[in-house]
């Protein structure tokens, strides 16, 4: 469910629709939540580096770095992976 709410968001951001940024980070912030509910780490890093670009985008560089970091600390291995390549970058970008 959190990686289908956080494709949403992508589409809707897609789609440029009027208030498409409101409804983009109401679609990220809940695959998150969903993530989290299901202890689902990787799709929980995938949905904050969404919305986390999402905030720096808009000019909220430091909610996007409080939101991404802590996601990606959680992770000891696998860090060749594209979505850690992906976090990481973005992360270096924030800072």
């Known amino acids: 469910m959190g990686e289908l709410l956080r494709i949403k ?7 440029g629709a009027q208030n498409c940024v409101d409804a983009a980070q109401n679609h990220f912030s ?5 993530a989290r509910q299901q202890g689902a780490r990787s ?4 949905a904050a580096t ?7 985008d808009c000019g909220r560089t ?21 979505d850690l390549v992906a976090a990481k970058s973005l992360l270096d970008a924030l800072r």
């Open 9 to 15: 968001g992508e589409l809707v951001l897609l789609e």
């Open 30 to 34: 809940k695959a998150v939540d969903w």
């Open 43 to 46: 799709w929980e890093l995938r």
């Open 50 to 56: 969404s919305l986390s670009q999402l905030w720096h």
């Open 62 to 82: 430091k909610e996007a770095l409080k939101q991404l970091a802590p996601v990606y600390n959680q992770f000891t291995e696998g860090f060749g992976t594209a």
